[in-house]
């Protein structure tokens, strides 16, 4: 009941971001659409403007081998210089597992080039990995 209640609220909100949302000054982008593959599986990530270059975001991955959907939820906030083609954010969240619920507290560096995207996940708990994941991105 508490798992269905929380991603009730996480996608009502992703909605009133994107719906409502605040008018993007020039060159900076409403939000992101984010697809990826894990074990073989498409994943896909979201990111909303909520202010200036604040993001809210959030990736829904299931994992085959674990018979496990994670969903990652926090903020990204984008720098506001882009080097050469390359568009830096670092950030921070959560994760939930639907066979373990919440799992632990992470951080996120990454960079947005052309349509493409590059991230590192490095969570904040001793025996978790960090992770890397990459795919394309589309401006919305």
Do not use: C
Not at 49 to 59: D, E, K
Not at 111 to 130: D, G, Q, Y
Request: net charge positive; proline share 3%.
């Amino acid at each position: 009941m508490k798992k269905s209640y929380l991603l009730k609220v996480f996608f009502i909100t992703f909605f009133l971001v994107f719906a409502g949302g605040t008018t993007a000054l020039a060159g900076e982008a409403r939000g992101f659409f984010s697809l990826y593959r894990v074990e073989e599986a498409f994943a896909v990530g979201l990111k909303g403007r909520i202010h200036n270059n604040l993001y809210a975001a959030g990736n829904i991955e299931y994992h085959h081998s674990k018979r496990d959907l994670e969903l990652r939820v926090g903020t990204a906030y984008l720098l506001p210089k882009e080097v050469l083609f390359f568009h830096f954010y670092g950030g921070i969240g959560a994760q939930f597992s639907r066979n373990k619920g919440y799992q632990y507290p992470y951080l996120s560096l990454g960079t947005n080039f052309l349509f493409f995207f590059s991230e590192v996940i490095h969570p904040l708990e001793k025996e978790a990995a960090p992770g890397y994941r990459w795919g394309f991105n589309f401006r919305l």
